[in-house]
């Protein structure tokens, strides 16, 4: 029998600063009605000046470790998720493979934006699978907040989006030990980069930093909502049949749906497209906002930690985001 992977333990973390729509409508032009009605959104957390997806990373890998009762020295790869890290380059991969204080293994930064974790699991699953690495730290980490349009230009993201930071930690299954990776699937469609993207730094440019990117606020990201919102609702299902067809299972079989927390509007349309019942669909997005990357394995960890999942439940995961790109693993638990 061919060897897989099983996630041996899970963390998140978010930063203590917890920002309501309210909080929002002193600082910007719009109503927590608005956001509610719109996203479902009604708290997010922001990070304070001088923190970054590397140092939320950090605290959810270090719980994530302590849940697999697995020590840094001991992790022989790291996969990182993230479209927001401290810098431009290196990405936040060998920031926490040095500040857990890992050997020098490799890190992998993945750049699949709400599909990050995903695509970093999957990643993951395959160094497992070929026997290549045997205890792997998945990571996803996103600070938007420091880089948000709060004006009316921008204000369409701007409340939607939190920061937090979700992990991992990735084994073969041997013995039943841990929660196995039954098949994940991975798509994009490069053509829509532009509907959800931010161009600059732009290496095309000479110089990149002009007076037109300030005046323009180019280093914004933007998006066309509708036509994510479009995309979303048709690209996770697709994933999770992909996902089904794999493992030969339907819909009737899955325990719980954890789908990407882009807006709770979207998860509920998923689930009906889908037909599976909402109590089978995981949504913290009332709490969190749209946490990117860490939006999935921050769930994951949340609805472990509640001891929401049993012993062999069949648990879907999926996303949608820029790119665009989209993806799908299933679990048994
Ligand atoms: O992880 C993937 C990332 N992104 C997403 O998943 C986002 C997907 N898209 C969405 O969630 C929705 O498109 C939004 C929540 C962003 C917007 O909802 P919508 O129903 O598509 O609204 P809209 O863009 O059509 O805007 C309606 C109105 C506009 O005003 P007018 O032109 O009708 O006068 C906007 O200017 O709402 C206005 N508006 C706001 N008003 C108050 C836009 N943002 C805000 C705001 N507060 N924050």
Same mark, same amino acid.
């Given at each position: 029998m061919s060897l897989k992977s099983a996630i041996t333990g899970t963390g998140h973390y978010v930063p203590p600063k917890v920002v309501s729509n309210f909080d929002l409508e002193k600082v910007m032009n719009t109503t927590d009605e608005w956001i509610v009605q719109r996203s479902g959104i009604r708290f997010r957390h922001y990070a304070e000046d001088g923190v970054g997806s590397k140092a939320l990373g950090l605290e959810a890998a270090r719980k994530a470790l302590e849940d697999a009762k697995c020590?840094?020295?001991?992790?022989?790869f790291i996969v990182a998720a993230t479209? #927001?890290?401290?810098?431009?380059?290196?990405?936040?991969g060998v920031q926490i493979q040095d500040e857990l204080g890992c050997g020098n293994i490799g890190a992998l930064d993945v750049r699949?934006?709400?599909s990050g974790f995903l695509y970093a699991l999957s990643a993951a699953d395959q160094y497992i699978r070929t026997g290549t690495y045997k205890k792997i730290l998945v990571v996803a980490s996103e600070v938007q907040s420091h880089n948000l349009d709060y004006s009316d230009d921008g204000r369409d993201m701007a409340v939607l989006f939190g920061d937090g930071a979700g992990a991992v930690v990735l084994e073969p #299954?041997?013995?039943?030990?841990g929660h196995e990776i039954l098949t994940t699937h991975l798509f994009s469609d490069g053509k829509n980069a532009e509907i959800l993207s931010m161009n600059v730094p732009d290496s095309t440019k000479n110089p990149t930093f002009t007076s037109e990117v300030f005046e323009n606020k180019l280093y914004f990201p933007r998006m066309d909502g509708k036509r994510v919102f479009v995309n979303a609702v048709e690209r996770m299902p697709e994933a999770v049949r992909a996902a089904l067809a794999a493992i030969g299972k339907?819909?009737?079989?899955?325990?719980f749906l954890i789908p990407h927390q882009a807006n709770d509007r979207i998860s509920l349309m998923v689930a009906q497209k889908l037909g599976?019942?909402?109590?089978k669909v995981i949504r913290n997005i009332e709490r969190f906002g749209n946490t990117t990357a860490a939006s999935i394995p921050i769930a994951l960890d949340e609805t472990v930690k509640e001891g929401r999942l049993k012993t062999g439940d069949l648990v879907l995961l999926t996303a949608f985001g820029s790119g665009f790109t989209w993806a799908s693993a299933a679990v048994r638990w």
């Open positions: 020590d840094p020295a001991d992790i022989d479209l #927001s890290p401290d810098h431009y380059f290196p990405g936040i699949a934006q709400c #299954s041997i013995g039943g030990a339907t819909i009737d079989d899955v325990d599976i019942p909402v109590e």
